[in-house]
């Protein structure tokens, strides 16, 4: 009698993850028992999943996902045993969601699609491309052929380690001489090109030779292509979009600069006849032009190849008197610019943007409109021309364009913004009707948080009020004592109404003109962030003439000196600046005071409830102002370092029923530091209220409208009365001079610290 053996399973069955339903002992097997991880695996394995249509019906996962309406497939994670089912049961459903269940949130379920296998692939190429490679043969020859260029290999005599790359465009030639793969020599010429191109070759390549060549204490190992990448590419695109004996577009950014040029010498010729400006250094005038004109257009300069033209530079208003202050400035200060170049056709972003055209003559040689009689314009206005467009012949590439004949070039004129600009959304718009090419803006972003970013992680809603709170030190000198002093401040910035803004880093063109007619604007934007970063962020950098600090004195002397020497020492510039004629308007220069200052007539730094705008008390406007209360900000920070620490949102009414705030630390406070609150608008023009103690049981309020061209108009002020409206010297001070010191001084602390000392 044989003993029965238990049958094999069909292979369905092996496979559907079920049992039979006898074996040949007819008892039913045990099931297997499936957890989240067996699932979780199976969701991962190669073959998918190896549940049954039974057992995804049954598990209660597949249910509450239902519930929660997230879609699910057969490879879902299933909860079927019993543990697993009971812990699930007990979970209120209603107040289920993803976020709370953690790492669930993330799990990816089933098989990745293609399009997610693509972005992923993306975001990897995006990070490997940020490392340009290494300077080398290999590193110089890769980079060439990315950028579409022909290139090859002049070998020298037999033994000798030279070797020269040349690298050819279209009409684009540069030499690199290599000796044991380090870079030499490099030759930068456009055969194809006119004189008015050529004569700038020399020193482009002088700076594609600099981003080459090891720096001191550099090796060859590590140099790197990252700046030489960045300034070849810029002729790379040139040469890529011209076509031979055609289109030049070398020659059409030549012309450009060669009509710009002509207009910034008119202007500069323009300036030094201005009989209110004589005795003024020729950097000082220069300045003028550069932050209050048309900008100073420049070819190869700053390190960058190709044309720019300069429209913003910090401390404009204190030009260095000596060669080392002025080499300091030159490489340290910042300086706002466009980069001016081509770019292809963007049919969605360009609609109003005419195609590129070569020529020098985009302004009249005379640069001054002709005046006609009878005109009531009586300043010298600029004459604009309009050349003729630049035909090209069909595009053989493509299909049917043979047909259509000659056209006009797929190219405009591009402007890249070096650095980009923080702008706010109607200025976006308005650029956008002024024809220049940028696209639509969405609202996703406000101006502060592109000024002060939110930490990652940190709670950021752009409709909510903000506050951010920075302590920094303030140096600067008492009148008639030499030293300097170190005071603290306690800044406060606050956001109350949405300001919603965009970066502005590229945009087309059709004419110079535009560009020169969106300066007053971006020159607005530019000093007001400046104003922003100087008093909410830390100053790292080195200073012109770092001063020699002292604690605050409890007495001052009542020596008394002229206005330019207090004004000179209260300045961290240490060059004397260049004194103008006696029978001059008053400058920014002229309108300091040598006012006595004891220990009586300190300033009372206790503050007091401000007042709002209109005059009338508010205890809103600025909470860190009032005698008895200190907003939740000061209650917690980080002395140690930098980063913005981030509050959760409170529940505690503010300005116009808000019901969360956000508060941004950069720095922590000082319970002795200075209170100096703002509060930021930009209804029509970016306005700043400002409050600090001022004289005894006073509190200075000064609201001020920065526009175009940087200048700052005094809208309201309590500063300036009958007590102080003549100065020792006797001069009337006037409170255009409020807007004067900012528009000098560039940083917030610095500006109360002069009203503060001198004006009390």
């Given at each position: 009698?044989?003993?029965?053996?238990?049958?094999?399973?069909?292979?369905?069955?092996?496979?559907?993850?079920?049992t039979?339903?006898?074996?040949?002992?007819?008892?039913?097997?045990?099931?297997?028992?499936?957890?989240?991880?067996?699932m979780?695996?199976?969701?991962?394995?190669?073959?998918?999943?190896r549940?049954?249509?039974?057992?995804?019906?049954?598990?209660?996962?597949?249910?509450a996902a239902?519930l929660?309406?997230?879609p699910?497939?057969?490879?879902?994670?299933s909860f079927?045993?019993?543990?697993?089912?009971?812990?699930?049961?007990n979970?209120?459903?209603?107040?289920?969601?993803?976020?709370?269940?953690?790492?669930?949130?993330?799990?990816?379920?089933?098989?990745?699609?293609?399009?997610?296998?693509?972005?992923?692939?993306?975001?990897v190429?995006?990070?490997l491309?940020?490392?340009?490679?290494?300077?080398?043969?290999?590193?110089?020859?890769?980079?060439?052929?990315?950028?579409?260029?022909?290139?090859?290999w002049?070998?020298?005599?037999a033994g000798?380690?030279?070797?020269?790359?040349?690298?050819?465009?279209s009409?684009?030639?540069?030499?690199i001489?290599?000796?044991?793969?380090?870079?030499?020599?490099?030759?930068?010429?456009?055969?194809?090109?006119?004189?008015?191109?050529?004569?700038?070759?020399?020193?482009?390549?002088?700076?594609?030779?600099?981003?080459?060549?090891?720096?001191?204490g550099?090796?060859?190992?590590?140099?790197?292509?990252?700046?030489?990448?960045v300034?070849?590419?810029r002729?790379?695109?040139?040469?890529?979009?011209?076509i031979?004996?055609?289109?030049?577009?070398?020659?059409?950014?030549a012309?450009?600069?060669?009509?710009?040029?002509?207009?910034?010498q008119?202007?500069?010729q323009k300036?030094?006849?201005?009989a209110?400006?004589?005795?003024?250094?020729?950097?000082?005038?220069?300045?003028?032009?550069?932050?209050?004109?048309?900008?100073?257009?420049?070819?190869?300069?700053?390190g960058k190849?190709g044309?720019?033209?300069?429209?913003?530079?910090?401390?404009?208003?204190?030009?260095?008197?000596?060669?080392?202050?002025?080499a300091?400035?030159?490489?340290?200060?910042?300086i706002?610019?466009?980069?001016v170049?081509?770019?292809?056709?963007?049919?969605?972003?360009?609609?109003n943007?005419?195609?590129?055209r070569?020529?020098?003559?985009?302004?009249?040689?005379n640069?001054?409109?002709?005046?006609?009689?009878?005109?009531?314009?009586?300043?010298?206005?600029?004459?604009?021309?309009?050349?003729?467009?630049?035909?090209?012949?069909?595009?053989?590439?493509?299909?049917?364009?043979?047909?259509?004949?000659?056209?006009?070039?797929?190219?405009t004129?591009?402007?890249?913004f070096?650095?980009?600009i923080?702008?706010?959304?109607?200025?976006?718009?308005q650029?956008r009707?002024?024809?220049?090419?940028?696209?639509a803006?969405?609202v996703?972003k406000?101006?502060?948080?592109?000024?002060?970013?939110?930490?990652?992680?940190?709670?950021?809603?752009?409709?909510?009020?903000?506050e951010?709170?920075?302590?920094?030190?303030?140096?600067?000198?008492?009148?008639?004592?030499?030293?300097?002093?170190?005071?603290k401040?306690?800044n406060?910035l606050?956001?109350?109404?949405?300001?919603?803004?965009?970066?502005?880093?590229?945009?087309?063109?059709?004419?110079?003109?535009?560009l020169?007619?969106?300066?007053?604007?971006?020159?607005?934007?530019?000093?007001?962030?400046?104003?922003?970063?100087?008093s909410?962020?830390?100053?790292?950098?080195?200073?012109?003439?770092?001063?020699?600090?002292?604690?605050?004195?409890?007495?001052?002397?009542?020596?008394?000196?002229?206005?330019?020497?207090?004004?000179?020492?209260?300045?961290?510039?240490?060059?004397?600046?260049?004194?103008?004629?006696?029978?001059?308007?008053?400058?920014?220069?002229?309108?300091?005071?040598?006012?006595?200052?004891d220990?009586?007539s300190?300033?009372?730094h206790?503050?007091?409830?401000?007042?709002?705008?209109?005059?009338g008390?508010?205890q809103?406007?600025f909470?860190?102002?009032?005698?008895?209360?200190?907003p939740?900000?000061?209650?917690?920070?980080?002395?140690?370092?930098?980063?913005?620490?981030?509050?959760?949102?409170?529940?505690?009414?503010?300005?116009?029923?808000?019901?969360?705030?956000?508060?941004?630390f950069?720095?922590?406070p000082?319970p002795?530091?200075?209170?100096?609150?703002?509060?930021?608008t930009?209804?029509?023009?970016?306005?700043?209220?400002?409050?600090?103690?001022?004289?005894?049981?006073?509190?200075?309020?000064?609201?001020?409208?920065?526009?175009?061209?940087?200048?700052?108009h005094?809208?309201?002020?309590?500063?300036l009365?009958?007590?102080?409206?003549?100065?020792?010297?006797?001069?009337?001070r006037r409170?255009?001079?409020?807007?004067?010191?900012?528009?000098?001084?560039?940083?917030?602390?610095?500006?109360?610290?002069?009203?503060?000392?001198?004006?009390a």
């Amino acid at each position: 009698m044989t003993t029965p053996t238990p049958m094999k399973h069909t292979l369905s069955q092996q496979g559907s993850g079920r049992t039979p339903s006898q074996t040949q002992h007819g008892a039913a097997a045990t099931p297997p028992v499936s957890t989240p991880f067996s699932m979780a695996h199976a969701a991962l394995s190669p073959h998918g999943s190896r549940l049954s249509p039974q057992a995804v019906k049954k598990s209660p996962a597949i249910s509450a996902a239902a519930l929660l309406n997230h879609p699910t497939s057969t490879s879902a994670v299933s909860f079927d045993s019993p543990s697993a089912a009971a812990a699930f049961s007990n979970l209120q459903l209603s107040d289920l969601d993803f976020k709370s269940l953690g790492g669930l949130a993330g799990l990816q379920v089933g098989r990745n699609t293609e399009d997610e296998k693509a972005k992923r692939l993306d975001e990897v190429i995006s990070i490997l491309s940020q490392n340009r490679g290494y300077v080398s043969e290999a590193g110089l020859e890769r980079l060439a052929q990315k950028l579409e260029l022909d290139c090859m290999w002049d070998e020298h005599m037999a033994g000798e380690s030279k070797r020269t790359l040349i690298i050819a465009g279209s009409a684009l030639e540069l030499l690199i001489g290599f000796t044991d793969n380090i870079v030499q020599s490099l030759t930068l010429a456009f055969p194809e090109s006119s004189e008015s191109v050529n004569k700038h070759a020399e020193d482009a390549g002088k700076i594609l030779l600099e981003n080459l060549k090891l720096q001191p204490g550099q090796s060859p190992l590590t140099k790197q292509l990252d700046k030489f990448s960045v300034n070849f590419e810029r002729l790379a695109i040139l040469d890529k979009l011209s076509i031979a004996s055609v289109l030049n577009l070398y020659e059409a950014i030549a012309g450009v600069f060669d009509s710009l040029s002509r207009l910034h010498q008119w202007e500069l010729q323009k300036v030094r006849e201005d009989a209110s400006l004589a005795g003024r250094t020729d950097e000082y005038l220069r300045n003028i032009i550069l932050c209050n004109r048309s900008g100073t257009p420049a070819m190869n300069a700053r390190g960058k190849v190709g044309m720019r033209i300069d429209y913003w530079k910090n401390k404009h208003l204190q030009p260095p008197t000596n060669p080392q202050t002025a080499a300091y400035v030159e490489k340290h200060e910042k300086i706002w610019g466009i980069l001016v170049g081509c770019a292809p056709v963007n049919r969605n972003l360009d609609v109003n943007v005419h195609p590129v055209r070569v020529s020098n003559h985009w302004i009249s040689e005379n640069v001054e409109l002709p005046h006609i009689p009878g005109d009531l314009q009586t300043s010298p206005m600029v004459h604009w021309l309009e050349p003729e467009d630049t035909i090209v012949p069909p595009d053989p590439e493509k299909a049917g364009d043979s047909l259509l004949g000659p056209r006009l070039p797929s190219v405009t004129f591009s402007a890249t913004f070096d650095p980009p600009i923080h702008i706010s959304f109607g200025l976006w718009e308005q650029l956008r009707s002024m024809g220049i090419g940028i696209p639509a803006m969405d609202v996703s972003k406000s101006f502060d948080n592109l000024v002060f970013p939110i930490a990652p992680g940190g709670y950021y809603d752009p409709t909510e009020p903000r506050e951010i709170h920075h302590t920094k030190d303030i140096n600067y000198q008492l009148p008639g004592s030499p030293a300097w002093v170190s005071r603290k401040h306690a800044n406060s910035l606050y956001i109350y109404k949405p300001v919603y803004g965009k970066t502005l880093t590229e945009a087309s063109f059709s004419h110079p003109q535009h560009l020169i007619a969106m300066l007053p604007y971006l020159r607005q934007y530019a000093f007001l962030s400046t104003l922003l970063e100087n008093s909410f962020k830390e100053d790292t950098g080195p200073k012109r003439t770092p001063p020699q600090t002292t604690a605050h004195p409890d007495s001052f002397s009542t020596k008394t000196s002229t206005n330019r020497d207090e004004f000179n020492r209260f300045m961290s510039l240490s060059p004397t600046l260049v004194k103008p004629p006696s029978d001059e308007a008053p400058t920014p220069m002229d309108i300091s005071t040598s006012m006595s200052i004891d220990a009586s007539s300190q300033p009372n730094h206790s503050g007091t409830v401000p007042m709002s705008i209109d005059g009338g008390a508010s205890q809103h406007i600025f909470p860190s102002q009032a005698a008895h209360s200190q907003p939740t900000s000061h209650l917690s920070s980080n002395n140690n370092n930098n980063q913005n620490h981030q509050v959760p949102p409170t529940s505690s009414g503010g300005p116009n029923n808000h019901s969360t705030l956000t508060h941004t630390f950069t720095s922590g406070p000082d319970p002795e530091a200075i209170k100096i609150d703002i509060n930021l608008t930009m209804v029509h023009a970016p306005r700043l209220q400002i409050a600090f103690p001022f004289r005894a049981s006073e509190t200075a309020i000064v609201v001020l409208e920065i526009r175009e061209n940087g200048q700052v108009h005094v809208e309201s002020q309590n500063v300036l009365d009958e007590r102080n409206s003549v100065a020792p010297n006797g001069r009337e001070r006037r409170v255009e001079d409020l807007g004067k010191m900012l528009e000098t001084v560039e940083d917030i602390g610095k500006w109360v610290e002069f009203v503060r000392t001198r004006w009390a």
